[in-house]
């Protein structure tokens, strides 16, 4: 029964419902008649719209009971063809409609060129569609299908009407499987079963688009899980599929944990790899270009991706990062710091993730550097909060020691030097400043409580005032030591890393023609700086960008950095110290040459065509010579020997001479009219004079034009084509080239075929011949000029007729490429836009 609609009653869109096939026969159509016969079991009101059975048995006995939709009748050419009836489906208006192949084309004389626009209408109607597809006819996949079978797609669905189904339902089938259906006659008739076999249902081919089909699913569904928790806010990570981030700091242990996290990813069907960088604000300390790189080839030749991210709380970054991806697992190395280092530093980057890791699983995987690394490297400038911590220290540190060593029976020497390891502590920790501060509290704590008399300030022996004075100058002199010597150790750690750096920006300007991205990106990540440009000074032009994926909070401060006398490199972010503008100098400087060289590149580009214009016509002096001279001479002997007095010829003789010359200064016209216009194409100075063409007129001119005009040349369908917009007599020299090519190397005997077909507002002209065909890879080197591809005879011409007639085609708008003609042979396909709306359209 059909679907009450009450007057006032809310309308909705309807559902659709989509079965996605991995490849045609896999069993799309008989699913959905299956989900049909299901839902009228339960009472829906179910009807077929339109459902292509391809003659197979199985299906078309499901199709018993259902209510089928009458087709609507069209012609089309003089055949009669059928398609959905949308509108008596509209005035039915089910609850649910069946709608096979949804990438389907329709019939010229309908309301909508794609079948998908007839179910948009239906949806929009509130009718529920089921329907099918397979997926090498969705859009995005189009070219990437072509190259496994090497077949076009000519009929697809735009991605994003698949994308908004309501449900996606794959139906698959092992490749074996498949092609046992087919040997048994189940998907297509016996006399196509071998060359399917043998072509596109390949088990390579079939096994590709299986795995195609299989990814983009799971996209879908990894879009539907993350709608899903936007909406309803959940943050918490969702194991559905294994992902695995890897950190790296650039340290010798990355390739070790790269490799095991790896191994974890693989365990699993399905599993990602992950790695990231945290770059520091601090800029190029602590990281190794040159191993970053490296590790960075590791983890893509391991089939993972590579990402930095900038953050000065690095468990923080990298718990983010792996939230924001929805990993599972995260890989961590165990720290290189000794023991010392972690008694000084307290708990490292692996204890504060591992603490704060939630749901996510940490693995801190141990490796041959473990616990190998240096002293901190302190003296670098300290956070406020290391600085507090070292005034604090020098404040209590004594304090400690004093009451200690008052429960001891330790001589004044022993008491002096504890105190002076105490002062060399606070130096190690807090810098300069704080052992000073340090030094000055414990040579109180010594007088007052170590010093005769005790609990005064007073010295009595002179002694003890010398060795109180030398403990202090002693205690300063040790504490700037170390400090120097710290501040020193960083510098040369800085300067070793911005050798790295810069030794990887000379390799990125060797490279190629990439170097400026890459020269940028680089600049961004290693200064942690949101957003670096490269503008032009003169006309204010973006020549080139690199992007966080995450910008910071609040004003950024801008640097500028000249390149050059037209060019700026300006950095948006934090505010850069002094020590890193020296190095972001030689970035500029890096920049600049990149940039000098792409100019070179452009210029060394502008000039290229010039020296193909010399190359050509180097190559049209050596065809002229002999191409010219022939019928030159064949048309100078024969008018020569007719004006010679001495020889008497008979009118037959005389009249074959004059077919001579004249057949010779034939040649020679269009021998010298196709240079002329091939010298215009190249010049651009060909005028052309655009107007409704009617095919079935210039084909008989072009054919008169052709050196036997009585070649065998068969139309067919060039009077129910619509005109097309082009120049008649270019377009008459364009066929007339084309079936000249043709009937040089057609079969014997054999005619040469020119149809014309529309489709999508243009209008498609095929020039076929049975000849040997032409191979795929040779294909594009026909249209090059002077190339004659499998020609021996030097004399059939100069080898610019599919040259100049691609040239002329594309002067109008048009296109000329080459197809296989099915059973053997080659088709010429020229397409050209249509003067007006087709003929079917206009009969509406």
Not at 213 to 242: C, K, M, N, Q
Request: proline share 5%; with cysteine; glycine share 8%.
């Amino acid at each position: 029964m059909p679907r009450d609609l009450t007057p006032g009653t809310a309308h909705r869109r309807g559902r659709l419902r989509v079965y996605l096939g991995s490849a045609p026969g896999v069993g799309k159509t008989y699913r959905m008649l299956d989900e049909a016969r299901r839902r009228q079991e339960r009472g829906a009101d179910v009807v077929v719209g339109y459902i292509e059975c391809h003659g197979r048995r199985h299906t078309e006995n499901m199709l018993q009971g259902l209510d089928v939709i009458p087709r609507a009748q069209r012609n089309y050419r003089g055949t009669e063809f059928t398609e959905m009836d949308l509108d008596a489906v509209l005035a039915r208006h089910p609850s649910v409609v069946l709608v096979d192949e949804l990438a389907h084309t329709n019939i010229p004389g309908g309301r909508h060129a794609k079948r998908w626009e007839d179910v948009e209408e239906l949806l929009t109607a509130g009718i529920d569609v089921i329907t099918t597809v397979n997926i090498q006819h969705l859009e995005s996949l189009n070219d990437v299908v072509q190259k496994i079978t090497g077949i076009p797609q000519r009929e697809t669905v735009p991605d994003e009407i698949v994308r908004r189904a309501d449900q996606i339902e794959l139906v698959d089938m092992a490749p074996q499987a498949l092609r046992r259906r087919m040997a048994h006659g189940n998907v297509y008739q016996a006399e196509k079963v071998d060359a399917a076999l043998s072509h596109y249902f390949r088990v390579g081919n079939l096994t590709a688009l299986r795995e195609l089909a299989l990814l983009w699913v799971a996209g879908r569904v990894d879009e539907g899980l993350r709608d899903y928790r936007a909406e309803h806010r959940i943050d918490r990570v969702w194991e559905t599929r294994e992902r695995v981030v890897v950190a790296l700091t650039g340290g010798p242990e990355g390739e070790t944990l790269i490799r095991r996290a790896a191994r974890i990813a693989d365990r699993t069907a399905g599993g990602e790899l992950l790695a990231v960088h945290v770059t520091r604000s601090d800029g190029l300390a602590g990281a190794s270009p040159g191993r970053l790189a490296q590790q960075r080839h590791l983890v893509e030749s391991l089939g993972g991706s590579y990402h930095v991210v900038v953050g000065d709380d690095i468990p923080t970054a990298l718990l983010a990062f792996a939230r924001g991806r929805d990993a599972t697992q995260l890989v961590l190395g165990t720290s290189r710091r000794g023991r010392v280092n972690r008694f000084l530093t307290g708990p490292g980057i692996g204890e504060t993730t591992v603490d704060a890791s939630e749901d996510i699983d940490v693995h801190m995987v141990t490796h041959e550097f473990t616990g190998r690394g240096r002293l901190p490297a302190l003296g670098r400038r300290h956070s406020p909060r290391r600085t507090f911590a070292g005034y604090l220290s020098g404040l209590v540190l004594p304090v400690l020691l004093t009451l200690l060593l008052s429960h001891t029976t330790l001589n004044l020497t022993t008491d002096a030097l504890i105190f002076q390891l105490g002062v060399v502590a606070v130096a190690l920790l807090g810098g300069a400043v704080s052992a000073l501060l340090a030094s000055v509290v414990a040579s109180l704590l010594l007088n007052y409580y170590f010093i005769p008399p005790v609990h005064t300030f007073t010295i009595t022996e002179p002694n003890n005032v010398i060795a109180l004075v030398v403990f202090a100058a002693v205690a300063l002199t040790v504490s700037t030591v170390v400090d120097r010597a710290a501040r020193l150790t960083t510098r040369a750690a800085r300067a070793t890393a911005e050798a790295e750096t810069l030794s990887t920006l000379a390799g990125s300007v060797l490279r190629g023609a990439d170097a400026l991205p890459a020269l940028l990106d680089k600049c961004r990540t290693a200064f942690g700086m949101d957003t670096v440009a490269l503008l032009d000074r003169t006309g204010g032009a973006v020549l080139g960008r690199s992007d966080a994926a995450h910008r910071t909070d609040g004003s950024p401060d801008v640097t500028e950095i000249p390149v050059s006398a037209d060019a700026v490199l300006v950095l948006t972010g934090r505010r850069l110290p002094a020590a890193d503008q020296r190095v972001l100098t030689a970035f500029a400087a890096h920049v600049g040459a990149a940039l000098e060289r792409d100019r070179l590149a452009t210029v060394a580009a502008e000039v290229e065509p010039i020296r193909a214009a010399d190359k050509m016509r180097t190559a049209l002096l050596a065809a002229v010579s002999h191409d010219l001279r022939t019928p030159l001479a064949a048309a100078l002997a024969s008018v020569g020997s007719l004006r010679s007095p001495d020889v008497e010829f008979s009118e037959e003789d005389r009249a074959e001479l004059l077919a001579t010359a004249d057949e010779s200064l034939v040649k020679l016209t269009r021998l010298v009219d196709n240079l002329l216009d091939m010298s215009r194409l190249q010049a651009g100075a060909l005028t052309l004079h655009l107007a409704p063409t009617h095919l079935d007129e210039v084909l008989p001119r072009a054919v008169d034009s052709l050196a036997d005009p009585d070649a065998p040349v068969q139309p067919w369908g060039l009077a129910d084509t619509p005109p097309v917009l082009a120049d008649p007599p270019l377009l008459e020299r364009v066929l007339a080239n084309v079936i000249t090519n043709a009937l040089r190397h057609n079969a014997p005997g054999a005619p040469v075929l020119v149809t014309a077909s529309t489709h999508a507002g243009r209008v498609e002209i095929r020039v076929i011949d049975r000849g040997p065909g032409i191979p795929i890879g040779d294909r594009e080197q026909v249209f090059l000029p002077f190339q004659r591809l499998g020609d021996t005879d030097n004399t059939t011409g100069t080898g610019l007729g599919l040259a100049l007639s691609r040239g002329l085609a594309e002067a109008m708008d048009g296109t000329l490429e080459v197809e296989d003609t099915p059973g053997g042979g080659t088709t010429m396909l020229l397409t050209l836009p249509a003067a007006g709306p087709p003929a079917e359209a206009a009969a509406e």
